[in-house]
């Protein structure tokens, strides 16, 4: 059975959890991460040299960066939510990589700023939730009269960019209507499996 070392509200373990559901996988889940001090220990570094979450265990293969975890299962057991040919695969894993590039940053800055007063806030962290709108508006031209990201499917482009830009739009920050970004993200948070993956669940018992 896969193993999932990661704390639920992490929102790139919650990729992985989103994966595991919608594909009916049995795993277990570890709480790894944060407030549980536990990945700067020998043991978890063996696993994953960047002592961050999640990792994931499959037998003797250990596999960590939550997008890679991604690919590795769709490559194994979830060959429907991916592409069939290069060109496919493309479209689709553009917008992974968009997401850790382009986006992650100013999603960073805005996480810690939401828990700053404004006059505590850098203008360099101000600046990237500045650029983060400007990604978001990306997104949401692209979505105009699409439902999903790439190939006209729910593929793991949303699985890897959901749980990420739900924050960023919830997010108390100064932005225009995304319409489109916005009706996207409703419907994949509706999901059975998007709504476990993003709920306080206690980690399952191996």
Not at 21 to 33: H, I, K, N, Q, S
Not at 122 to 135: F, G, I, N, P, R
Not at 143 to 159: R, V
Not at 166 to 189: G, H, N, Q, V, Y
Request: glycine share 6%; hydrophobic share 40%; proline share 5%.
């Amino acid at each position: 059975m896969y193993r999932l070392l990661g704390r639920q509200t992490s929102g790139n373990v919650q990729k992985v959890i989103f994966m595991f559901e919608e594909l009916g996988t049995p795993y277990t889940r570890e709480d790894y991460g944060r407030q549980f001090e536990n990945t700067q220990t020998a043991e978890y570094k063996a696993l994953n040299p960047t002592s961050k979450v999640p990792t994931l265990v499959d037998g003797k293969t250990v596999i960590w960066e939550s997008n890679t975890i991604l690919r590795y299962l769709a490559a194994s057991i979830g060959q429907h939510l991916h592409g069939t040919t290069p060109a496919e695969k493309t479209d689709i894993e553009r917008w992974m990589d968009f997401l850790l590039a382009a986006v992650n940053p100013g999603y960073l800055a805005a996480f810690k700023n939401a828990k700053l007063k404004p006059e505590e806030q850098t203008a360099e962290s101000k600046e990237l939730v500045k650029d983060l709108v400007v990604q978001l508006k990306i997104v949401d031209g692209h979505l105009a009269g699409k439902d999903f990201l790439a190939l006209g499917k729910f593929t793991i482009a949303e699985i890897a960019c959901a749980p990420i830009l739900k924050r960023c739009i919830d997010f108390k920050i100064d932005r225009p209507a995304l319409p489109d970004l916005e009706r996207w993200s409703a419907a994949i948070a509706a999901r059975p499996a998007f709504k476990v993956a993003t709920s306080a669940a206690p980690a399952k018992a191996a």
